[in-house]
């Protein structure tokens, strides 16, 4: 993709929203960020914590920018700062100061990555136990091994747009409608339920 994008003229912006949820690892997930940043000179990454380090609301991320030279990082800071001052003007403090300690802190940093870990290994059992639900509830008829090829928080079923908001209206399970669920919400308690609405609305609509 970066010799795709490179000899294309492309500009890079990565949108980091979740890393540690593909791999476990926070480290081995910024892999590519780090690849883009090495290999193309410029490159515009956000980066949020709201999710990896459960810190929704407080609007706790960053934005980097690599940039050719300084002259061209100063150019791009002052435009930044012309965006942001009508818009928040300051961020705030609180979420920045937890992220701070933490990162800085080795026994809260290791804590955090096997938290993540965890999670990590916690959604991907969810994945691995919906499939099996749903493959035992189809009974041959459909498979839904695909959803084992995606990995990370969230699982594409394929369902259109009506089939999002049948789940939605009849058995209030609640996805994106693009057909996208969030597998950090599915748990020992609802997975049951929320493969026979999806099998349901699969049969019927
Ligand atoms: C891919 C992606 N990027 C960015 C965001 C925004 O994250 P935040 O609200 O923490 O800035 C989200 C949030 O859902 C996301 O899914």
Request: positive net charge.
């Given at each position: 993709?970066i010799?795709?994008m ?9 949108d980091?929203a ?5 791999s ?15 290999r ?11 999710k990896?380090m ?14 050719r030279?300084?002259?061209?990082a ?26 701070t ?8 940093k ?11 290994m916690r959604?991907s ?26 990995k ?9 747009e009506?089939?999002s ?28 339920q929320?493969?026979?609405a ?5 049969t019927?609509?």
């Open positions: 993709m010799d795709i490179k000899r294309r003229n492309l500009f890079a912006f990565l980091c979740y890393q540690g949820f593909a476990g690892s926070v480290e081995e997930d910024s892999r590519v960020v780090k690849l883009f940043a090495e193309m000179n410029q490159v515009m990454i956000a980066l949020t914590f709201a990896n459960g810190l929704y609301g407080e609007r706790i991320g960053a934005l980097s920018v690599v940039c030279s300084a002259q061209e100063d150019n791009v800071l002052t435009q930044l700062k012309r965006i942001i001052r009508p818009i928040y003007s300051h961020p705030p403090n609180w979420g920045a100061r937890l992220v300690l933490l990162l800085n802190d080795h026994h809260l290791t804590e955090w990555f096997n938290d993540v870990k965890n999670m990590q959604i059992d969810m994945r691995s136990q919906l499939v099996r639900e749903l493959n035992r509830l189809s009974n041959g008829k459909y498979s839904w091994d695909f959803i084992l090829q995606q990370g928080m969230y699982c594409f079923t394929g369902f259109t009506q089939q908001i049948q789940l939605r209206q009849e058995f209030a399970v609640y996805i994106a409608t693009d057909g996208r669920i969030n597998i950090a919400a599915i748990n020992d308690q609802n997975i049951k929320i493969a026979n999806i099998h349901s609305v699969k019927n609509y």
